[in-house]
């Protein structure tokens, strides 16, 4: 069984200051690790995602999240933040072993990211 | 490119009225979808498997007489609520696994459709 643990319900956090979102992850192969993010009553949008390779991974809108394998987490972070980086944020994982015949993705419950101009 | 179109983005019913709502990959094949439903405040909840031509794979405790889904292309699948009751009110999201040449490994989702019976 595989699960993801997003340990904060909301984040605030001040614009122009940096931001960290936590997740980690329980999979008992290797992990594709996934940071989505949604915006009120939209569906998600991809941000980033870890599949092998260098541990630090950069994404969409500046985004960049750190693979750490020791600690099984997968930490969504932003140098500085903007007030439009407001939204829910969804830390997803799946087993890489699962085969190509399985993209079943176990979400986190979600953290809300509240910028404060 | 992959974009996934879901429609209607919003619906209203009557209770025991049926609702189809359609999920479409408007720039790729998709032989994998999945429906996820959303309630208020929390994560998205795996409702169905959708493979192209086959039958459709229900999580445990979704009722499948109740959520019909059918992927009739490669390119569209169909969630239809039937006999639907207020408690089946809420947000519901598909995504598509793209086939090779289309991403790397991620799904690609749709807007959403925020289904509301009265």
């Known amino acids: 069984a595989q699960s993801v643990a997003q340990p904060e319900d909301q984040v605030n956090v001040a614009e122009g200051n940096p931001l960290t979102v936590k997740c980690t992850y329980s999979?008992?192969?290797?992990?594709?690790l996934f940071w989505y993010v949604q915006y009120p009553n939209r569906g998600l949008q991809f941000l980033l995602k870890y599949i092998t390779g260098d541990n630090l991974v950069k994404g969409s809108y500046g985004f960049e999240a750190e693979f750490n394998k020791s600690q099984t987490s997968f930490h969504l972070k932003k140098p500085s933040a903007l007030v439009s980086d407001s939204a829910l944020y969804f830390c997803a994982v799946r087993d890489g072993y699962s085969g190509a015949g399985s993209y079943q993705l176990t979400f986190g419950k979600g953290t809300k990211l509240s910028v404060i101009p | 490119g992959a974009v996934v179109s879901q429609h209607p983005s919003r619906v209203i019913c009557k209770s025991g009225t049926s609702v189809k709502i359609e999920c479409r990959s408007l720039d790729f094949q998709a032989t994998t979808m999945f429906w996820y439903r959303q309630f208020p405040k929390q994560s998205l909840m795996l409702m169905a498997t959708?493979?192209?031509?086959?039958?459709?794979?229900?999580e445990q405790g979704v009722e499948k007489d109740k959520f019909l889904i059918n992927h009739a292309s490669l390119t569209l699948s169909t969630l239809t609520v039937t006999s639907a009751h207020p408690e089946d009110s809420s947000f519901y999201i598909c995504?598509?696994?793209?086939?090779?040449?289309?991403?790397?490994?991620?799904?690609?989702f749709g807007e959403g459709s925020r289904l509301t019976v009265l």
């Open positions: 995504s598509a696994k793209p086939g090779q040449g289309v991403g790397t490994g991620e799904l690609f």
């Open positions: 999979v008992s192969g290797n992990p594709y």
């Open positions: 959708s493979n192209e031509g086959s039958k459709a794979t229900y």
